[in-house]
């Protein structure tokens, strides 16, 4: 299914798309920060849906498919499908009765002439027509062989079987091959010779395809290019487009009962060949069979329904059953919102109506409005964060922070909007929410001119400000550990610190850009985070608790670095590990003295070279504390004894505290 798009003027009742690139990562940041992958967090929203600023919802995949099969549910338990069956039979009965009462009116007005040699030929022949429609056989393709050779009274019946003939002719190649039954309902022979041509050229066209040469498709179109009117592109799209067709036919004669089934097919197969395409039609079918085998050759639907349906109501029906399957299939095998651009959003309107094809198209644009906000990239095949996007990102989790923050703390927690404790640098930066608002007027003024253009008014946007960055008279160097371990997302403690590490990092970087901030993930052992992979660290599937690790890693990235020195620790168990001698991690749970021992041993190391280590605790075990107290006792840190609600709160106002605090101090 190929994307459509209708534009029309704006008259300002039109409702926009009050959603754009930041509100969609802010959807996701908190699926990406828990398991550190952006494909699989865009592919969940998508799934799930969402709501934009308008309050407006946009139908998920989970909704839509619902949807989807509620629309296949409605349409197979209120039509009779067999109704296509009965119509035919109906009709023919009725140019029989036709025919009938007309010999009998031929007969009377015989008697009525009083000529009696008129009057015994006349029953001669009556009786010999009686004896025909009498000896019809009982199956539909039979009657209409029969009646084809039948000698009419009636001109009323004749015409009627005619236009009969005429419609069943237009139904079933329709059902076939769309916007072709004009070409081959009772054509001459000149035309009817074409149709035979064209076959005869497409399966050609199909036998070069399988023998690995290009077939010239575009000649074929130049010949008989009439006689589709979906006018494609190519030959695939031809293709695909007959297999659906056909498939679809051969569906409805599946649904059916076993004995109009074999009707309708004798009675098919008897009127195309009466235009002699029974040869050419086996053969196409073979070919698209074998070309597109999960078209739904066969497939069987349940119909329950009364409401009968002719002949060209049930392959319309078909039709749309089949185009449901496929927007089914397409929608289930989704791997990203990118691919819901391969829906024909007017089919969809037509199958489910206008909401679902709006959150259809909507949906569809996530990862391109991503794109072209310069949020998100392709690398190497898989969609990463820019390095905006990571900001952003940070952005959103200090925003999420700062909002459950009980407005009597820390006053507006903004921080340092004025920049107190700095001096100005002389260097200057695109303005980030969360900046100091030192504007530095002509610098803005020169990128609005640029974005612009010369002339009066100058407007500015948000995009041209330019804020000259302030130096911070007294530096801090921090490294935040985080706990990865398996007890971590099994407590529901790793989203919030992650949201934490990405916040904290976000502040510092932005507010305090001459400070440091050094990252490192523990479990059984320790690593150093870069930056920019932090959204995608996930948690280790190992147990093991390796705060000795940790601290050795923390105190070789501050080692050498000017001003206070800290380590923010947030954890949720005691030390179960730690590294030998040798280098080798080793695990004991409950915890053993010797891995006491070599964390205590780092703790030292890091006290002596005046790195102050603040713990917060998640969940904290008596064990963990009487643990935390001991370091303290050693390091002269703090300990802090959170929730995941309350985690953000606690290490974000205090770092922020204890930054003012150190400023205070260099200003006293």
Do not use: C
């Not at 994307?3 to 003027?9: E, K, T």
């Not at 995949?61 to 069956?85: F, I, K, M, P």
């Not at 606690?650 to 150190?662: A, P």
């Amino acid at each position: 299914m190929t994307s459509r798009f209708r534009y029309s003027r704006w008259d300002g009742t039109q409702t926009g798309f009050e959603f754009d690139a930041d509100d969609v990562l802010g959807e996701v940041t908190d699926d990406l920060l828990y398991h550190g992958d952006l494909s699989a967090a865009l592919r969940r929203l998508m799934q799930q849906g969402f709501t934009d600023r308008n309050g407006e919802e946009v139908q998920g995949v989970r909704d839509l498919l619902e949807r989807l099969r509620e629309a296949r549910r409605e349409r197979l338990e209120s039509a009779d499908l067999g109704g296509a069956y009965e119509d035919i039979a109906q009709r023919l009965r009725e140019v029989i009765e036709q025919d009938a009462e007309a010999i009998d009116a031929f007969e009377q007005e015989a008697r009525d002439s009083g000529d009696a040699r008129r009057q015994e030929l006349t029953e001669q022949v009556a009786q010999q027509r009686r004896d025909d429609l009498a000896g019809l056989p009982p199956d539909l393709a039979g009657q209409v062989r029969a009646l084809q050779e039948h000698d009419f009274t009636s001109d009323e019946a004749r015409d009627a079987f005619d236009q009969l003939l005429d419609d069943l002719r237009k139904e079933m190649v329709e059902s076939w091959f769309k916007g072709m039954s004009e070409a081959m309902a009772d054509p001459d022979p000149e035309a009817m010779a074409r149709v035979k041509d064209m076959f005869a050229a497409l399966n050609e066209m199909l036998e070069q395809r399988a023998a690995g040469r290009e077939p010239d498709f575009a000649s074929f179109m130049e010949r008989f290019g009439d006689m589709f009117p979906e006018n494609p592109t190519n030959l695939d799209e031809l293709l695909e487009a007959m297999a659906r067709r056909m498939a679809a036919m051969q569906s409805m004669l599946a649904s059916m009962t076993p004995e109009q089934r074999s009707q309708l097919q004798q009675l098919s197969d008897a009127l195309m060949e009466d235009m002699d395409l029974r040869w050419q039609l086996d053969q196409l079918g073979a070919n698209l069979r074998q070309l597109f085998p999960d078209a739904g050759w066969g497939r069987r639907y349940d119909f329950s329904g009364t409401d009968p349906l002719s002949f060209a109501e049930a392959a319309g029906l078909m039709d749309e059953l089949g185009d449901l399957d496929q927007l089914e299939q397409l929608l289930t095998r989704a791997s990203s919102p990118g691919a819901l651009g391969d829906v024909d959003l007017d089919r969809a309107r037509q199958l489910l109506g206008d909401e679902a094809a709006q959150s259809l198209e909507r949906m569809g644009e996530l990862v391109e409005m991503l794109t072209e906000a310069g949020l998100i990239e392709q690398r190497e095949g898989r969609l990463e964060l820019t390095p905006n996007g990571l900001r952003r990102i940070g952005r959103n989790a200090l925003r999420d922070i700062f909002a459950k923050l009980d407005p009597t703390r820390l006053g507006r927690h903004e921080t340092d909007r004025n920049g107190s404790g700095h001096e100005r640098a002389d260097e200057t930066k695109a303005y980030e929410f969360g900046d100091p608002f030192n504007l530095h007027i002509e610098r803005t003024i020169r990128n609005a001119l640029g974005r612009q253009g010369g002339g009066t008014p100058v407007r500015l946007t948000p995009d041209d400000f330019e804020v000259e960055r302030t130096e911070h008279t007294t530096r801090a160097s921090t490294v935040l550990m985080i706990d990865l371990s398996l007890s971590m997302p099994m407590r529901d403690n790793f989203l919030p610190a992650k949201k934490v590490a990405m916040a904290l990092h976000h502040l510092i970087t932005t507010q305090y850009p001459r400070d440091f901030i050094g990252l490192v993930g523990f479990s059984e052992v320790a690593r150093p985070i870069v930056a920019h992979e932090l959204p995608e660290v996930s948690w280790d599937f190992v147990y093991g608790t390796n705060m000795q690790h940790g601290f050795m890693l923390a105190r070789k990235m501050l080692s050498g670095r000017g001003g206070t020195k800290q380590i923010i620790m947030v954890t949720d168990g005691e030390p179960t590990a730690h590294l030998t001698e040798r280098g080798d991690p080793v695990f004991h749970y409950p915890p053993v003295q010797e891995t006491i021992d070599a964390t205590l041993t780092e703790v030292l190391r890091a006290t002596r070279e005046g790195i102050r280590i603040n713990t917060f605790m998640l969940d904290a075990t008596p064990y963990l504390q009487r643990f935390i107290e001991r370091l303290t006792e050693l390091n002269r840190g703090r300990a802090f004894f959170t929730t995941p609600e309350t985690l953000g709160d606690y290490v974000l106002v205090d770092f922020i505290e204890q930054r003012r605090n150190m400023s205070r101090r260099r200003a006293g």
